[in-house]
């Protein structure tokens, strides 16, 4: 693994900030790591969502919603934000790292902003150790 | 071309209130309780006014004194007029904000036309309110007002004369002239009320009061014009003199000085066809046909999650009786649905979907967006 970028996937509400023009393939056109999931809404992301993206090989999994306070669709974002604390349910399931999920809360013109903290995050992945796939209830299945 | 604008004009709102963030920090933001901020304004015109109710007096001979004597004599009296008089104002700026910020964040139609038609009613009243509650305080811009709206309103066609009528309440002014705009005053008041049901209708949980701190700052900004700008009457009404001129208020009386510099019936109509255009402005943009949040019956437990997290009370729980073990049932309204799938995220059994944005699709998708090999993009 030493050298190859860390595969990072965003579940990104379509109305925080605005990745249309920054987009190409479902990849960020300045960082190829990236991969983008466009949603309707924050408050549309299931929990399940995030463990498939993990399960399916990303190392880290971010969820960006509007800021907390102004959601389009009046409380998604905070519903979004108690479920990545495990304030509400559902609840993210236990085995997951934590360590490997962010949540962002940001304006549709903070793209600048954005990319700071995804490549702090892209920074905390590399200084975690390897994934262990091991823990995954759902390898143990296969 | 018109949406282009509309988006622009979003980012600038948006990147004004990242910059008011600075200012309030998150939490106290007023432009994320834009509506609550109204509705504070609107109890402290509430209290106050009926504070000064208990000492006003709807006659010609006694409403100035009894106004003054609430100004000069009465403990605090000064203090609460006026901030019966700068809620006012501050209701309109605020209830205007409300109105720009839901317009360019584009809040405004779809599932939110009651709120917007409900909203222009709102400000219909407050007016009316506002125009009325000047008439109670009877000095010489109370008289001109009530003879130039009395004048204005008989220049209407078919309806005009008897809406005069019963505005100025009987043919010339008299005690009953006053009794009519107490009545209007506080009646429309009430009328409000109703109108603020209607406006948060199909809205669950709505923000209607401030935190603390805001609170407390909104009500500085008012007390303290109150005390260091006291409000005063002008001179007393009198009934055979016409005065000349008057202080206008621009937030309640603008339509005065456009009474006195042209034909009262333009003006009536370039009032009418802002209402038409205020009332049309939900439906000027068209979308795409509606697909609300449908229930899958195999997969719903009836675990409520869903109807909790709607935030448009779309989603009711009702009893089900074809599945043995769970006992009730999601259902979706259609109308209400802003198919934002908030209903989606709260579901763990993959029982509610938006047609459109299929939940199974996207997870599905997960795994090929990640799939491709890193650098193709």
Redesign the interface.
């Known amino acids: 693994m030493a050298g190859k970028k860390k595969k990072i996937l965003g579940i990104v509400c379509e109305r925080s900030v605005d990745l249309k023009k920054h987009i190409k393939n479902n990849k960020l056109k300045d960082k190829d790591n990236v991969s983008i999931l466009e949603m309707v809404c924050s408050g549309m992301i299931q929990p399940i969502m995030i463990e498939e993206g993990l399960k399916a090989g990303a190392d880290g999994v971010f969820v960006m919603g509007c800021q907390i306070g102004d959601c389009h669709f009046r409380e998604g974002n905070r519903w979004c934000q108690d479920r990545l604390l495990g304030l509400r349910p559902p609840n993210i399931k236990k085995a997951i790292d934590r360590n490997r999920l962010r949540g962002y809360w940001l304006a549709k013109c903070d793209y600048k902003k954005f990319i700071e903290k995804v490549n702090k995050f892209e920074e905390d992945l590399n200084n975690l150790p390897e994934k262990e796939t091991v823990k995954e209830p759902a390898k143990a299945g296969a | 071309m018109y949406k282009k604008i509309l988006d622009q004009l ?2 600038l709102t ?2 004004f ?2 910059w008011t ?1 600075k200012v309030f920090s ?2 106290y ?1 007023p432009f ?1 309780y834009h509506g609550a901020v109204p509705n504070l304004f609107m109890w402290t015109l509430f209290v106050t006014g009926l504070l000064l109710f208990a000492y006003y007096q709807p006659t010609l001979d006694s409403a100035y004194i009894s106004v003054n004597y609430i100004s000069n004599k009465l403990p605090f009296g000064n203090i609460v007029r006026g901030m019966h008089r700068y809620a006012a104002d501050a209701m309109m700026i605020a209830v205007l904000l409300h109105a720009l910020r839901v317009y360019f ?3 405004y139609r779809k599932y939110r036309w009651i709120a917007w038609y409900s909203g222009v009613a709102l400000i219909g009243c407050m007016l009316v309110i506002g125009i009325t509650g000047y008439i109670l305080v009877w000095d010489e811009r109370s008289y001109m007002i009530v003879l130039m709206m009395a004048d204005a309103l008989k220049q209407i066609p078919a309806i005009g004369p008897p809406l005069a009528e019963f505005f100025v309440n009987g043919e010339m002014i008299t005690h009953y002239t006053l009794a009519m705009s107490f009545f209007l005053h506080v009646g429309i008041s009430f009328l409000l009320l109703y109108l603020l049901w209607l406006h948060y209708l199909r ?1 669950s ?1 709505p923000v209607t009061d401030v935190p603390l701190g805001l609170g407390l700052l909104l009500m500085a900004s008012i007390i303290i014009p109150a005390a260091v700008i006291p409000v005063s009457s002008g001179k007393p009404a009198v009934l055979i003199q016409v005065p000349a001129e008057f202080p206008t208020d621009w937030f309640y009386l603008w339509l005065f000085p456009m009474f006195s510099s042209m034909p009262a019936m333009i003006v009536w109509t370039v009032l009418f066809i802002i209402t038409t255009i205020l009332l049309a402005v939900p439906f000027l943009i068209i979308d795409e046909p509606k697909s609300p949040a449908q229930v899958l019956l195999d997969n719903c437990v009836g675990c409520t ?1 869903c109807a909790k ?1 709607c ?2 009370e779309a989603i009711y729980m009702v009893p089900r009786t074809d599945h043995p073990k769970f006992k009730q049932l999601a259902i979706v309204i259609d109308a209400r649905c ?5 209903c ?5 059994f993959k029982a509610i979907d ?1 047609p459109q ?1 299929h ?1 199974k699709e ?2 599905a ?3 090929d ?4 090999p ?4």
Do not use: F, H, M, W
């Open positions: 979003q980012i948006i990147s209130e990242k963030n998150q939490q933001n994320y964040t584009d809040r809205i949980r999650l997290d935030p448009y802003a198919e934002c799938g908030l989606v995220g709260a579901c763990a938006l944005k939940s996207i997870i998708k997960i795994g967006v990640l799939k491709e890193v650098g193709v993009g």
